[in-house]
C-alpha cells in the first residue's frame, strides 16, 4: 500500500503494526486524508486477515491529538462539517469491525479523535507515565465528541464516568484510565512491544464495567442520569451561552451517541452548534492558544536552573510550579520560615497532580531551599518577587546583579511597576524583562511577557520560551502601568464597588456579569483577590476624577480584606462567599454594561497603545488572564459581536450620568 501518513508492518507472527505517523507535523491529528487512508488500510487488513493489529504512534509527544483543527476552521458550511463528522465515523466504524483483535497503544497526548480511533480498538493499553493524557475534550471547543465517543466510551466504563469525561473535557492520566476501565492496562512505554504480543497472543474478554457504572447506561435509568447531568451542568453554564454539553447529554440520551441519528433542526446537530457563535469563539480560542504557545518557541537552551527570590504568595508558588516542570528551583526569602509555607504548598500541590510518591519526592527533591542567595550564581534565570516597592526592588537588583552568571537573564514579576523604574541600577537592563504571573499560579495559564524600553529582543524571547516550557501561555507586553490584564480588570472591578456605594447589592451586581458571562461576578473577585490588592492596583491604574469607592476603603479600614480574612464585601465560610439568594426582578443587562464598558474601553486603549501586538493577543490575553466570558471571544470580539455603535451609544448615555470615566478612548474610531 502506498501510505503517507501511516506506516504498517505484518510481523514473521502474523501480527500487523500500525504506526500513525502524520506527515509534515510534529503531532497527530486526523485530517481528511489521514482519515481516508486508515479506512482503506482497514478494509485492506480485513481482507488479509492478521491475527491481531496493534494502533501505536510514531510521535514522540503522543498517540493522537484528535481532528485536524487548521481544515476543521476552513469548512464553512454546515453540510462540509457534517461530512467531516460522517468520515469519521465511517472509518472508525470500520476499525471497530475488525474481524481480529485491535489493541490501542497509548502514550502521551490522546486526545478527541485519538480518544476515539482508541475507543473503537476491543482493547487500549496505556503509557503509565504522567504525560499520558486521554480525553475528550470537545466540549471546549462548542463541538461533540462525534467520532464515535459518545456511543462507546459509556458503555464501556459506564454513563456518569463518561459524562463527567465528556462535560469536562478533563484529561486522565494512564492509572486513572484504568481505574476507570477506559484501559485495560497501564505499563510503562518501554514495555509496549511486549504487551501488544501478550495481549494479542492471548486475547483477554473486552472490558465490561462494573455492575454499579454500568446501570447508569442502561436505557430506563437514562432520564435520571442525563436529568442530574443537567443540573450540574447548568450550575456552571447557561445553554444560550454553552450549547454544546447540553448538545453532549442529547447526543448520549436520544441519540444512542451517535451525530448521524440527529435531525438537522435539532440544538445538539453539528449543523446548530456549527452555526452557534460560541462554537467560533472558542475554537478561535484554541487556536489563539495554540499562536500563544508558538511564540515560545525558540532555539535557545532551555532553562536548566531558576532561582526565585520572594517566597510569598507569588514567588512561593512561581519556584513550586517551574520544580513540578522539572527544572531545578533555588528559593530565597529573608528567613528560612518564610519558605516553609511555601515548601509545605508545594507538597500539597505535587500530591495532588503527580500522586505517585516518587514523583512527588522527585519534584519536591528540585525545590531548594536558598536563604543565603547562592542559587544567584548558578541559574540561568533569577526572578524577583518579593514586595511592590521599586526602591526596595532596586536595592536587591544592584546587589545580585554582579553575581549573576554570564548569559543569565533577570526578571520580576511585578504587577504595576514599569521597568524603567527598576532597571537603572543594572549594568545591562538589556536582560531585565518583566515574567507577570497571575495568582493562582497553578491554574492561572497567562503570563505576560513584559518588555521594558531597554529589554533585548533576544531576553523577551528567552522570556516567552520559559513560559511556554513551563506550560504557561507566553503574552508580550509593553511596560505600562497595569500591562494588559490589569488594566482592564481594574475599572471594571472599581465601577463594580462604585455601584455597591449607590446601594445596588453584590449579589445582583455579580448576578449581571455572570449573566453577561463571566464565571465569576466582579465584588466575589475581589473579595478573592484580596480588596488590599485591588485597592492598591485601582490606585495605580485609575483615570484621573474618578471617585474612590467608599466601602472598599470602609472595608480596607476595618481590615476586611477579602476572602482571606475571612471577610470583605461578603462574608466568608468554608472558601465560599455567603450570598442571599436571587436578585429579584431587576434587568440585569444595564448593569452588566455598566461594569463590562469600563473594560471594553480599557481594551481598546490597549489595542491603541499597542501594549500587545492586535486584537486577538488582547482577546486572549483578556480571557486566560481574567476568565472573560470566553464564549463572546472576549472583550475586542464581544464589541465587535454587538456592533461597536451600540456600545458607544450605551457609553454615551452612562458619561450623561456618572462623567466622564466613561468618555470612549480613541482607538474606538479606528477598531
Ligand atoms: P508577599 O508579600 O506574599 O511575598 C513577598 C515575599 O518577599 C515575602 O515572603 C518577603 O519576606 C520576601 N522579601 C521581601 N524582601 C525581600 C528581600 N530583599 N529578599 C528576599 N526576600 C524578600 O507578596 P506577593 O503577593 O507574593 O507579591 C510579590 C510580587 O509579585 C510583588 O511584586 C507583586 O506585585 C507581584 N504580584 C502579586 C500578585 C498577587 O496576586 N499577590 C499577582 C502578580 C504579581
Known sequence: ??????????????????????????????????????????????????????????????????????????????????????????????????????????????????????????????????????????????????????????????????????????????????????????????????????????????????????????????????????????????????????????LWKDFGGDVRNIPAGHPASMASLFAHPTTRNLIRLFKLQDRMKAMGKSGLPPIRHLHVIGAGAMGGDIAAWAALKGITVTLQDLAPERISPAIQRAHA??????????????????????????????????????????????????????????????????????????????????????LHFFNPVAQMMLVEIVEGPQTSPEVMQAGQAFAKQIDKLPLPCKSAPGFLVNRVLSPYLMEAMLMLDEGVPGETIDAAARDFGMPMGPIELADMVGLDICWAVGQELAKPGTPIPKKLQAAIEAKHLGKKTGRGFYTWSKGKAQKASGTGSVDLKPIADRIVLPALNEAVACLREKIVADADLCDAGVIFGTGFAPHRGGPISAIRERGKESWLRTMAELRAVHGDRFVPDTGWDTL
Open 349 to 434: 500541590l505535587y500530591t495532588k497532580r503527580l500522586k505517585q510518591p516518587h514523583l512527588v519526592q522527585a519534584a519536591f527533591d528540585r525545590l531548594i531551599p536558598d536563604v543565603e542567595g547562592h542559587g544567584v550564581a548558578k541559574a540561568d534565570l533569577v526572578i524577583e518577587a518579593i514586595v511592590e516597592n521599586a526602591e526596595i526592588k532596586r536595592k536587591l537588583f544592584a546587589g545580585i546583579e554582579p553575581r549573576m552568571k554570564e548569559g543569565s537573564i533577570l526578571a520580576s514579576n511585578t504587577s504595576s511597576i514599569p521597568l524603567q523604574e527598576l532597571s537603572g541600577v543594572l549594568a545591562r537592563p538589556e536582560r531585565l524583562v518583566g
Open 1 to 250: 500500500m502506498d501510505l503517507k501518513h501511516w506506516k504498517l508492518e505484518i510481523d514473521a507472527d502474523n501480527l500487523a503494526w500500525l504506526w500513525f505517523d502524520r506527515a509534515g507535523s510534529a503531532t497527530n491529528t486526523f485530517s481528511t486524508e489521514a482519515l481516508e487512508e486508515l479506512g482503506s488500510i482497514a478494509d485492506h487488513l480485513a481482507g488479509m486477515p492478521p491475527r491481531g493489529l496493534a494502533i501505536l504512534s510514531a510521535k514522540e509527544n503522543g498517540f493522537a491529538a484528535g481532528a485536524d483543527i487548521d481544515e476543521f476552521t476552513t469548512i464553512s458550511s454546515a453540510e462540509q462539517a457534517m461530512a467531516f463528522t460522517t468520515l469519521g465515523n465511517v472509518v472508525f466504524d470500520k476499525i471497530a469491525a475488525l474481524p481480529f483483535p485491535t489493541l490501542a497503544m497509548i502514550h502521551g497526548f490522546c486526545m478527541g479523535g485519538g480518544t476515539e480511533l482508541a475507543l473503537a480498538c476491543r482493547y487500549r493499553i496505556a503509557d503509565d507515565g504522567p504525560k499520558t493524557k486521554i480525553a475528550l475534550p470537545e466540549v471546549m471547543i462548542g463541538i461533540v465528541p462525534g467520532w464515535g465517543g459518545a456511543k462507546r466510551m459509556p458503555p464501556l466504563i459506564g454513563a456518569a464516568n463518561a459524562l463527567d469525561l465528556m462535560l469536562t473535557g478533563r484529561g486522565v492520566d494512564g492509572r486513572r484510565a484504568k481505574k476507570l476501565g477506559l484501559v485495560d492496562a497501564a505499563t510503562p512505554r518501554r514495555h509496549f512491544a511486549n504487551a501488544v504480543r501478550l495481549f494479542l497472543a492471548k486475547p483477554p474478554a473486552p472490558h465490561k464495567p462494573p455492575f454499579a457504572a454500568a446501570v447508569t447506561d442502561w436505557p430506563v435509568v437514562r432520564s435520571i442520569v442525563a436529568s442530574m447531568s443537567r443540573k450540574k451542568v447548568a450550575e456552571k453554564a447557561r445553554q444560550d451561552h454553552y450549547p454544546a454539553p447540553y448538545a453532549i447529554i442529547d
